[in-house]
């Protein structure tokens, strides 16, 4: 399956992926590129692939990527091979985009299953994006204006999941995953 996580800038969506991980084999987290300069604690084909924009321009034009899009001014694409794997039943693909990536996803392949992750407050995503120290107060700004304007669109989400405590976030989300599984063996 093509599951697909959103969420405003610093929801936790990382840290759900990664724990649904190790909840179930089956599960893949997809590997996005990007133009932006990695964080400290990034690694280039861990966390991301991390390419400069005359690579990323290339990468669309060869057709490598599945979608696209310019996010807090830097380019991020999810590379065509992991949508391939999520709908070979091999694995059950985890992407980590946001809102436009996921429209985008969802106009191209309808059985995708889209969740979105929400913050139980603005005041707490406030104060996970101050925590996580890696933008200056400008950008945490237009990341805070942004995540408003996401939050108004998880209308065109198939789930709407509030990470208030990560233990029952990601057991919601991997018991919504399990339904969708079962359903689909059904039909």
């Not at 932006?36 to 991301?48: I, L, M, N, S």
């Not at 942004?146 to 057991?171: G, H, P």
Request: with cysteine.
């Amino acid at each position: 399956m093509i599951i697909v996580i959103s969420g405003p800038s610093g929801v936790g969506k990382g840290v759900v992926s990664k724990a649904l991980l190790e909840l179930d084999p089956k599960f893949e987290i997809a590997i996005t590129c990007t133009t932006r300069k990695p964080r400290e604690t990034e690694k280039d084909g861990v966390d991301y692939f991390f390419v400069d924009e005359d690579e990323f321009r290339k990468m669309i034009q060869e057709g490598k990527l599945a979608e696209y899009s310019v996010v807090h001014g830097n380019w991020y694409g999810v590379p065509l091979s992991y949508i391939e794997k999520g709908l070979s039943n091999i694995k059950d693909v985890i992407f980590q985009i946001d809102v436009q990536g996921a429209k985008k996803i969802k106009n191209q392949y309808d059985k995708a299953i889209l969740i979105f992750l929400m913050p139980p407050n603005i005041e707490t995503l406030l104060e996970r994006l101050n925590k996580r120290g890696t933008e200056n107060t400008i950008e945490i700004e237009k990341r805070t204006k942004r995540a408003k304007e996401e939050i108004e669109e998880r209308y065109i989400y198939d789930y709407v999941v509030v990470n208030d405590d990560l233990e029952r976030c990601v057991k919601e989300i991997y018991e919504i995953i399990l339904k969708e599984r079962t359903l689909r063996k059904d039909s």
